[in-house]
């Protein structure tokens, strides 16, 4: 399901790469709904600079970037670059020292910055939540500080926990340090988005959890962003994580230049130079898996019987020499069990004990990369593949996935030969501009679909 | 005559200057605590205006206390003025120092989380920092209460209030029958006011801190 919002979000952005192009996504998913939550804003940076004092180079320099409502990109770059520094200039909490931020319609460069942050999110790796508030109270803190009524608050804060997927009853009156670090990270996400703001900055936010809650934070993340169109920027320095959540990625060099902004796939196809690609670093093959889904490749069929058939129809199944193998479900078609020719005879006809458990199944959002690993740890070295209530749908094998990421790679090689020469194009063109990138030059780099 | 013969004659005297003791001790503390957790809100953001601080509040300190009430009396006149100013003053210390070593310990992300979900300067102060930094704080008024017990005997001397006025008549007058009684008795109820008032920070303690940041 998660995954499933990336992929279309990934399509739309393929699709629609120009920035004349930057209304159809979220137009299309049809933003602000009357009585909906309120979906995202767009962002403007304008040439925004940061010195510190006592340093003649700036932290950030010159940063110009527009960010479409409604999307979520990613600011990645090596340690020290100015991601925090560039983030936090959006609500101010750094105070550019020159430049303009506009939010929606609005300049915010110079309103008071209380109230600007009132209107945006904001999420830190630390979860940053108050040690002596319940969770329940520190959900609710902006809600009452733009002045929500009292029962709309406590609906609020019940709906937020449901939302993030923490059980009202069970953490509304907890503390945070009774929370698991995912946890607190969760309720953070849910404290930032309380009073429904349409812009969402996220420094970090998954950075010091464990590897597997953090990817189910990111699918969290996900799935909320497919039903809240918020506007998202977010700071990771791990290249995966932004592929994984970005609608478009900006990778930035020292002092925040942005090298390349553009969506994962062109960046991954069509890194803009030796940074870039020395960024997004080997594995390339590896992180493609990532970006595709069960859906995208060939599901084979595979012999099949329900629990209900009877027991001689099966036999009868394996005997005749077809199948070597059959795929037991139970009765509401789940993949249950590997059932090989022998097994039967050996557990002398019953099936309760004959064949091998199945342990791994995808659905047809996962990635090939889930669908790998669930390939390399069975032992027929295949998966099942599932639909919605987990019924069987068919088979990927490993010569399926093999044969995929070899189609693949071939693309991605004959993509980047192609656009090589635009590429130079690009990059002669972008030299002559005085402004650094701003928008979306990803045009340029996509294939034609 | 013996000791509880003494205290069942003089019950009525001790317990009339046991009440104003605690009274006195009491009131100064809150006037205390008032002003130095106000020092500390004003000074703990600057290095040095922090240090100053409790530079300042410390040389108070190192003043004896009899000549400090000894100085304050050509000024304040005799009684309750210079009593209450020396106790507010020797109570200052271990509050403002607790209270800015407190609230600049308080988590800088927290700080900044408080920044960037939108709460103002105020609203971050009393919502998020004093909250965090109350534990300390609470010590130092702790540390200040112990202090100011002693220290307010003293205030007999400037005709203040409390049991300092039975240690004092009955050292004036060495040697007769009852002063060593009038000492003692003096003494330990300031040592059991010391403890009553330790055993209500500890109630007040389970009262006030946050049970999510309750050690
Ligand atoms: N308060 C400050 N005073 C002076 N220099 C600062 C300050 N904050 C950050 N810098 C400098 O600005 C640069 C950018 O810092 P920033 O925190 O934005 O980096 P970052 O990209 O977020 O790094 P990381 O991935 O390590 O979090 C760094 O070189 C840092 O030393
Ligand atoms: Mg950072």
Same mark, same amino acid.
């Given at each position: 399901? %998660?995954?499933?919002?990336?992929?279309?979000?990934?399509?739309?952005?393929?699709?629609?790469?120009?920035?004349?192009?930057e209304r159809?996504r979220s137009e299309?998913r049809?933003p602000g709904?009357?009585?909906?939550?309120a979906s995202g804003a767009t962002i403007v940076?304008?040439?925004?600079?940061?010195?510190?004092?006592?340093?003649?180079?700036?932290?950030?320099?010159?940063?110009?970037?527009e960010i479409k409502a409604g999307e979520?990109?990613?600011?990645?770059?090596?340690?020290?670059?100015?991601?925090?520094?560039?983030?936090?200039?959006?609500?101010?909490?750094?105070?550019?020292?020159?430049?303009?931020?506009?939010i929606g319609?609005?300049?915010?460069?110079?309103?008071?910055?209380?109230?600007?942050?009132?209107?945006?999110?904001?999420?830190?790796?630390?979860?940053?939540?108050?040690?002596?508030?319940?969770?329940?109270?520190?959900?609710?803190?902006?809600?009452?500080?733009?002045?929500?009524?009292?029962?709309?608050?406590?609906?609020? =804060?019940?709906?937020?926990?449901?939302?993030?997927?923490?059980?009202?009853?069970?953490?509304?009156?907890?503390?945070?340090?009774?929370?698991?670090? $995912?946890?607190?990270? /969760?309720?953070?996400?849910?404290?930032?988005?309380?009073?429904?703001?349409p812009v969402?900055?996220?420094?970090?936010?998954?950075?010091?959890?464990?590897?597997?809650?953090?990817?189910?934070?990111?699918?969290?993340?996900?799935?909320?962003?497919?039903?809240?169109h918020k506007t998202?920027?977010?700071?990771?320095?791990?290249?995966?994580?932004?592929?994984?959540?970005?609608?478009?990625?900006?990778?930035?060099?020292?002092?925040?230049?942005?090298?390349?902004?553009?969506?994962?796939?062109?960046?991954?196809?069509?890194?803009?130079?030796?940074?870039?690609?020395?960024? =997004?670093?080997?594995?390339? +093959?590896?992180?493609?898996?990532?970006?595709?889904?069960? !859906?995208?490749?060939?599901?084979?069929?595979?012999?099949?019987?329900?629990?209900?058939?009877?027991?001689?129809?099966?036999?009868?199944?394996?005997?005749?020499?077809?199948?070597?193998?059959?795929?037991?479900?139970?009765? /509401?078609?789940?993949?249950?069990?590997?059932?090989? /020719?022998?097994?039967?005879?050996?557990?002398?006809?019953?099936?309760?004990?004959?064949?091998?458990?199945?342990?791994?199944?995808?659905?047809?959002?996962?990635?090939?990369?889930?669908?790998?690993?669930?390939?390399?740890?069975?032992?027929?070295?295949?998966?099942?593949?599932?639909?919605?209530?987990?019924?069987?749908?068919?088979?990927?094998?490993?010569?399926?996935?093999?044969?995929?990421?070899?189609?693949?790679?071939?693309?991605?090689?004959?993509?980047?030969?192609?656009?090589?020469?635009?590429?130079?194009?690009? !990059?002669?063109?972008?030299?002559?501009?005085?402004?650094?990138?701003?928008?979306?030059?990803?045009?340029? $780099?996509?294939?034609?679909? | 005559?013996?000791?509880?013969?003494?205290?069942?004659?003089?019950?009525?005297?001790?317990?009339?200057?046991?009440?104003?003791?605690?009274?006195? #001790?009491?009131?100064?503390?809150?006037?205390?605590?008032?002003?130095?957790?106000? *020092?500390?809100?004003?000074?703990?953001?600057?290095?040095?205006?922090?240090?100053?601080? #409790?530079?300042?509040?410390?040389?108070?300190?190192?003043?004896?206390?009899?000549?400090? *009430?000894?100085?304050?009396?050509?000024?304040?006149?005799?009684? #309750?003025?210079?009593? #209450?100013?020396?106790?507010?003053?020797?109570?200052?210390?271990?509050?403002?120092?607790?209270?800015?070593?407190?609230?600049?310990?308080?988590?800088?992300?927290?700080?900044? +989380?408080?920044? $960037?979900?939108?709460?103002?300067?105020? %609203?971050?102060?009393?919502?998020?920092?004093?909250?965090?930094?109350?534990?300390?704080?609470?010590?130092?008024?702790? =540390?200040?209460?112990?202090?100011?017990?002693?220290? +307010?005997?003293?205030?007999?001397?400037?005709?203040?209030?409390?049991?300092?006025?039975? *240690?004092?008549?009955?050292?004036?007058?060495?040697?007769?029958?009852?002063?060593?009684?009038?000492?003692?008795?003096?003494?330990?109820?300031?040592?059991?006011?010391?403890?009553?008032?330790?055993?209500?920070? =500890?109630?007040?303690?389970?009262?006030?801190?946050?049970?999510?940041?309750?050690?």
């Amino acid at each position: 399901m %998660a995954e499933a919002a990336k992929a279309e979000a990934g399509v739309t952005a393929e699709a629609g790469a120009g920035p004349q192009d930057e209304r159809g996504r979220s137009e299309g998913r049809g933003p602000g709904t009357p009585g909906g939550p309120a979906s995202g804003a767009t962002i403007v940076l304008e040439n925004l600079t940061k010195r510190y004092p006592g340093n003649p180079r700036p932290a950030v320099e010159s940063v110009s970037m527009e960010i479409k409502a409604g999307e979520t990109v990613i600011l990645v770059g090596p340690s020290g670059c100015g991601k925090s520094t560039t983030l936090k200039m959006i609500n101010r909490l750094i105070e550019p020292s020159s430049g303009r931020i506009r939010i929606g319609d609005e300049d915010v460069t110079a309103i008071d910055p209380v109230k600007l942050r009132r209107k945006v999110g904001y999420a830190i790796q630390s979860s940053g939540l108050f040690p002596h508030m319940t969770v329940a109270e520190n959900i609710a803190l902006v809600p009452k500080m733009v002045g929500w009524g009292r029962t709309r608050v406590r609906d609020r =804060v019940e709906e937020m926990l449901d939302l993030v997927g923490l059980d009202p009853r069970e953490f509304h009156g907890r503390y945070p340090r009774q929370l698991s670090g $995912g946890q607190q990270q /969760r309720v953070g996400v849910a404290r930032a988005l309380a009073a429904d703001p349409p812009v969402l900055l996220m420094d970090e936010p998954f950075g010091a959890v464990d590897p597997i809650t953090r990817d189910h934070l990111q699918d969290e993340l996900i799935r909320l962003q497919r039903d809240l169109h918020k506007t998202i920027v977010f700071v990771t320095h791990d290249f995966d994580e932004a592929i994984k959540l970005g609608d478009r990625i900006a990778v930035l060099r020292e002092r925040s230049h942005i090298a390349q902004f553009d969506t994962p796939e062109a960046i991954l196809t069509n890194p803009a130079d030796e940074f870039v690609s020395g960024f =997004v670093g080997a594995g390339a +093959a590896l992180k493609r898996l990532n970006l595709t889904r069960v !859906r995208d490749v060939e599901i084979a069929d595979f012999a099949a019987v329900t629990v209900d058939e009877p027991l001689q129809s099966i036999v009868e199944l394996l005997r005749a020499g077809q199948h070597n193998e059959l795929l037991l479900l139970d009765h /509401r078609r789940r993949p249950y069990k590997w059932l090989r /020719r022998g097994d039967l005879l050996r557990a002398r006809g019953s099936l309760a004990r004959s064949g091998t458990l199945v342990t791994h199944t995808v659905t047809r959002d996962a990635t090939l990369r889930d669908a790998l690993e669930a390939v390399l740890t069975d032992s027929g070295g295949r998966v099942a593949v599932t639909g919605r209530r987990g019924e069987f749908i068919g088979v990927v094998d490993m010569e399926t996935l093999m044969n995929s990421v070899h189609e693949m790679l071939e693309a991605d090689r004959l993509t980047a030969l192609e656009h090589r020469h635009e590429l130079d194009q690009v !990059r002669t063109g972008r030299e002559q501009d005085a402004s650094p990138v701003a928008g979306d030059p990803g045009g340029d $780099g996509e294939p034609p679909s | 005559m013996g000791f509880w013969q003494f205290l069942s004659t003089r019950h009525q005297q001790l317990l009339v200057d046991a009440y104003q003791h605690a009274s006195a #001790v009491f009131q100064c503390m809150v006037i205390a605590t008032v002003i130095g957790v106000l *020092i500390a809100v004003l000074t703990y953001r600057t290095e040095w205006a922090g240090n100053l601080a #409790v530079t300042t509040t410390a040389a108070i300190l190192t003043v004896p206390s009899l000549a400090l *009430i000894g100085l304050l009396i050509p000024i304040l006149g005799l009684g #309750v003025p210079p009593t #209450v100013t020396a106790l507010v003053l020797y109570g200052l210390l271990p509050i403002v120092r607790n209270a800015i070593v407190g609230l600049r310990g308080v988590d800088a992300s927290l700080v900044e +989380a408080a920044r $960037g979900i939108g709460m103002s300067r105020t %609203a971050r102060l009393l919502r998020v920092e004093l909250p965090l930094a109350w534990p300390p704080i609470l010590t130092g008024i702790r =540390v200040s209460t112990q202090m100011l017990m002693g220290i +307010a005997a003293i205030a007999a001397y400037a005709s203040g209030p409390g049991l300092g006025n039975e *240690i004092f008549t009955g050292i004036a007058s060495l040697g007769s029958a009852n002063a060593l009684n009038e000492v003692l008795a003096g003494t330990l109820g300031i040592i059991v006011l010391a403890l009553a008032f330790d055993a209500g920070y =500890v109630l007040i303690g389970r009262l006030t801190i946050p049970r999510g940041i309750r050690g």
